[in-house]
């Protein structure tokens, strides 16, 4: 079963518990999953190692896709996705930078801090995050191709 949504997701070892958390509860949910690892936990590994593919599908492959990328705090994983050009990131941490991020910025990639947010949390956030639609309004879309430029 599939919603017709495709979600590459990676993470370091920081964030490596909460992907394989975040994994079977998007495939309950519907979603076709692709892990771009880590796929063992290794505290010496690099998270650009894991979010730089990510970014670079996301980036490639615009529609029905999304990303989810994870670190202790999300900063840095944020920060790597966004060299990307076509990548939105939107470090999220509550229901509001959720919501926001996807109906004015049309984010297209999530990034979490593992160690800021519970399971629990995270799952509520990224399900909030993928099921909010992108406003389509005229001065977001203009702000979009801004950045964009």
Same mark, same amino acid.
């Given at each position: /079963?599939?919603?017709?949504?495709? @979600? ?9 518990? =909460? ?7 998007? =495939?309950? =949910? ?5 892990? /771009? !690892? &880590? ?20 980036? %490639? ?10 670190? !202790?705090?999300? %900063?840095?994983?944020? /920060? ?26 049309? #984010?297209?990639?999530?990034?979490? !801090?593992?160690? &800021? =947010?519970?399971?629990?949390? #995270? ?17 977001? @879309?203009?702000? @979009?191709?801004?950045?964009? %430029?």
């Amino acid at each position: /079963m599939s919603n017709g949504v495709k @979600i590459y997701i990676g993470t370091d070892h920081a964030g490596f518990k =909460l992907k394989e958390e975040l994994k079977i509860f998007l =495939l309950d =949910l519907g979603y076709d999953v692709e892990d /771009m !690892g &880590a796929y063992r936990f290794d505290e010496n590994d690099d998270y650009p190692d894991f979010i730089i593919p990510v970014a670079k599908v996301i980036a %490639q492959c615009r529609e029905n896709s999304r990303g989810i990328v994870i670190g !202790g705090s999300g %900063q840095g994983e944020a /920060m790597a996705a966004n060299r990307i050009n076509g990548v939105r990131a939107a470090l999220v941490y509550d229901k509001y930078s959720a919501k926001m991020s996807r109906e004015h910025n049309n #984010a297209n990639v999530i990034s979490l !801090g593992a160690r &800021a =947010l519970s399971i629990r949390k #995270a799952k509520k956030l990224v399900k909030l995050w993928l099921e909010t639609p992108f406003s389509d309004g005229e001065k977001h @879309i203009r702000r @979009i191709k801004k950045i964009d %430029q």
